[in-house]
């Protein structure tokens, strides 16, 4: 397997839109705002819009607007956002398009289990578990859209952005002001582009065929030793490793097992306390 350590990501060009339950105008009078930055209301409040951002310069950028977020207050309300990644891949050709949506469907379980669990049962980060000789038949834009009915954009990996933006917008996450959680996330998006453009074939994983509810929920009890061992296939093909590696590990176990998650939290228990940004770029 070709090695994805030294993933350059220098001419990477990316932007974040991050939802919290802060209101709009609180957030205008408030938060000091990078150059290019920008919010403006949302269904759960207001959202922060990026620039578009380039490389490591760019995570740089997303650091210290976070800052800026913990400076201003001691605890933020998430309840019902989403962190929103896209990442430009216009010179992707079909096959790696097609490639792209083919990794997301078959670590469809392994990703979701690292999101919190209300991202399971909403409906704006939906599903990506499609069939994968559909996925072969696919021809064209319209095809790699037609697999994805989830009211046109709200799949956790949504090609219909490609026609407005010229990007694929990754909408798994619950929104979050933590950084070690946003630059792995970043990270492993921006990793499973890469290995969509290379010739590394996509691993097998375990099928895990007891599943319960309507958005088809893997029975963590019977099968989270099957759930674990794809999670670690999942990471090696995408070479993760050190401190994003460890983060989307926590994430995975901390989120997995926590079934009052899936079925619903308050507003209350959606919410983060002030912190000490402490996680390095040297931790990727």
């Known amino acids: 397997m070709p090695s994805l350590n030294k993933l350059e990501i220098k001419d990477f060009k990316f932007g974040i839109e991050l939802e919290s339950n802060i209101n709009l105008y609180s957030m205008r009078d408030k938060l000091k705002f990078q150059t290019g930055w920008r919010c403006h209301e949302e269904h759960c409040g207001s959202e922060i819009v990026s620039p578009i951002l380039v490389g490591w310069s760019g995570l740089l950028d997303v650091r210290r607007q976070i800052r800026s977020i913990w400076s201003v207050w001691n605890e933020i309300k998430f309840s019902d956002c989403g962190l929103h990644v896209h990442i430009d891949i216009q010179d992707f050709n079909l096959g790696q398009a097609k490639k792209l949506i083919l990794i997301a469907s078959r670590f469809d379980q392994t990703i979701f289990c690292m999101m919190d669990g209300t991202r399971w049962i909403n409906t704006y980060a939906q599903r990506c578990s499609y069939k994968e000789k559909t996925i072969k038949t696919i021809s064209g834009l319209k095809g790699l859209q037609g697999i994805q009915r989830h009211s046109q954009r709200y799949a956790g990996l949504n090609m219909h952005a490609f026609s407005k933006h010229g990007t694929v917008e990754f909408r798994y ?25 290379s010739e590394t074939p996509v691993p097998k994983v375990i099928k895990i065929e007891g599943v319960s509810g309507r958005h088809a929920l893997p029975i963590i009890e019977a099968n989270y030793k099957s759930l674990e061992k794809n999670k670690d296939t999942f990471f090696d093909f995408l070479q993760i490793k050190g401190g994003t590696r460890d983060v989307l590990s926590k ?15 308050t507003a209350s228990q959606l919410t983060e306390q002030k912190q000490t940004i402490k996680f390095s770029l040297k931790d990727k």
């Open 173 to 197: 996450a619950m929104g979050s002001a933590d950084w070690r959680k946003i630059y792995s996330l970043i990270s492993m998006y921006l990793r499973m582009v890469a290995v969509a453009k």
């Open 251 to 265: 994430m995975f176990m901390t989120n997995a097992t926590d079934i009052k998650g899936r079925n619903g939290r």
